[in-house]
């Protein structure tokens, strides 16, 4: 398989509201992250990809099929919705048992799948108390296990981390990392950047229903280094430093940011980490530490859509 979806100049109005406009991008094989602020395209791209919207224009493949009316590719998936409205009354584990059974699995098959899909999330304990007692980390990881329940190819999953705690926000990210390990694929949307980057370098940018980029977080950052690169150093003699750092022509500016650590900016990111390790060594300079904020999601998002 050489694309898990492709979409090709994909638009969607909503009558004189545009969702999606001209939405181009290439998912490829494992995890990628769909990452865009609030009200970009994300959540209208993925009903778009289930089937329960048709595009406007343009064309969209999934699973290499078209996903508009095709019940056999939606037994393929399974997705995980932004809304954490559930059916408050149900236990967890009927939640997933009823919605296994309306895909028609037997009842035996369908408890056994519940409680292994529950497990897997992280659950067992609380499979049978009623989703009304559960935080919103507990219901994000009920809407994964019944994503799960069936077996699917491919998990799109709709900020799926959205209102979860810290622990609820590692098992949730555990158990979508341990899926694409066993051969499955994933789309998932988040706005919040540093999420994504934590289990995957695959990305697809999407800002007003447009995809602005797209491929490995770090193959885009490379693409945009004409903007000053920032470098993070952290060390005993920052003056020194400062002034070695400073007789370098692709240097743009060097601050203080606190008493040990120095802020650097670059036009040639690569130049400047050839060549850093060279004048520590020259100066006998103390280098404790070296790190990139712009080597982030969130420093790509801010320089394609600044």
Known sequence: MTAIAEAVGVTKWYGEVLG????????????????????AGKSTLFKLLIGQLRAS?????LLGEDPWNNVGLKRR????????QLYGWLTAQRFVELLLKLDG??????QKAAEESLAFVGLTAAKDRPLRTYSRGMRQRAKLAQALAHGPELLILDEPL???????RVQILRAISEFANRGGHVIMSTHVLYEVERITSNIVLIHNGKAIASGNLHAIRALIDEHPHAVRLVTSQPR??????????HVVSVEFVD???LLV????????????PGVVVDRNLDVRGVESPDDSLDAVFRYLVG
């Not at 224009?57 to 493949?61: A, F, Y």
């Not at 997705?79 to 954490?84: K, T």
């Not at 959205?162 to 609820?168: E, F, L, T, V, Y």
């Not at 020194?240 to 022509?249: H, I």
């Open 20 to 39: 999606l406009n001209g939405f181009t991008a290439f998912v490829e094989p494992g995890i990628t992250g769909l990452v865009g602020p609030n009200g």
């Open 57 to 61: 224009g343009g064309e969209l493949r």
């Open 77 to 84: 998936i399974g997705y995980c919705p932004e809304s954490n």
């Open 105 to 110: 699995i037997g009842a035996a098959e369908a």
């Open 162 to 168: 959205s209102g979860a705690d810290p622990m609820a």
């Open 240 to 249: 020194e430093l400062a002034q070695a750092l400073a007789a370098w022509d």
């Open 259 to 261: 008493a040990g650590t």
């Open 265 to 276: 900016r670059t036009r040639k990111p690569d130049a400047f980490y050839r060549d850093l």
